[in-house]
T-cell receptor, first 115, second 111 residues
């Protein structure tokens, strides 16, 4: 049973649309992350959060924004989708009190296609 | 800079042993992770090393040498279900303690 949930699992959307990818976790983890992964490629960190009202940009500029109003919820918003945003988006969480012992827990991902 | 290097693909036979190597460079060091990722699925945590040496967990073992910036994942008694990508990831201890991931080694297990 998954403890971190992402919706939708698949999304096809037109250029210029605003979209929000949802991510929720029930483990009480303080840290949450968004990664972008193209097939056969490494994960690139887009945004991360170390707690409520704390968000930081990662290494990949993706023209997206995040919010962390509640511990369990970390949505990612694209204000204006472009074909270059077509990718898989993975949400993950971790517990800083157990850093390393259990690694990251990943959601099932959202596969986004922008046409 | 920060970098992870691991082979792109490996092939091994069912029942055999395979070793997947990884070299890393990070800004500081706060641990080395291995994840398994089946095609189309999310990565799942396999192991964590922060001290030098070998950590054994069932059929999987992971080794770390901090002085060499080197790790390996050892898979014993290979099964067909072990066909997957294996991601090496290193956590730094600066710049937000971020973890960087390698592109993964795609392992094919043949009968």
């Amino acid at each position: 049973e998954a403890d971190i949930y992402q919706t939708p699992r698949y999304l096809v959307i037109g250029t210029g649309k605003k979209i929000t990818l949802e991510c929720s976790q029930t483990m009480g983890h303080d840290k949450m992350y968004w990664y972008q992964q193209d097939p056969g490629m490494e994960l690139h960190l887009i945004h991360y959060s170390y707690g409520v009202n704390s968000t930081e940009k990662g290494d990949l500029s993706s023209e997206s924004t995040v919010s962390r109003i509640r511990t369990e919820h970390f949505p990612l918003t694209l204000e204006s989708a472009r074909p270059s945003h077509t990718s898989q988006y993975l949400c993950a969480s971790s517990d800083s009190t157990r850093t390393g012992g259990s690694g990251y827990t990943f959601g099932s991902g959202t596969r986004l296609t922008v046409v | 800079g920060q970098n992870i290097d691991q082979p792109t693909e490996m092939t091994a036979t069912e029942g055999a042993i395979v070793q997947i190597n990884c070299t890393y460079q990070t800004s500081g060091f706060n641990g080395l992770f291995w994840y398994q990722q089946h095609a189309g699925e999310a990565p799942t945590f396999l192991s964590y090393n922060v001290l030098d040496g070998l950590e054994e967990k069932g059929r999987f073992s992971s080794f770390l040498s901090r002085s060499k910036g080197y790790s390996y994942l050892l898979l014993k008694e290979l099964q067909m279900k072990d066909s997957a990508s294996y991601l090496c990831a290193a956590a730094g201890n600066t710049g937000g303690f971020k973890t960087i991931f390698g592109a993964g080694t795609r392992l094919f297990v043949k009968a």
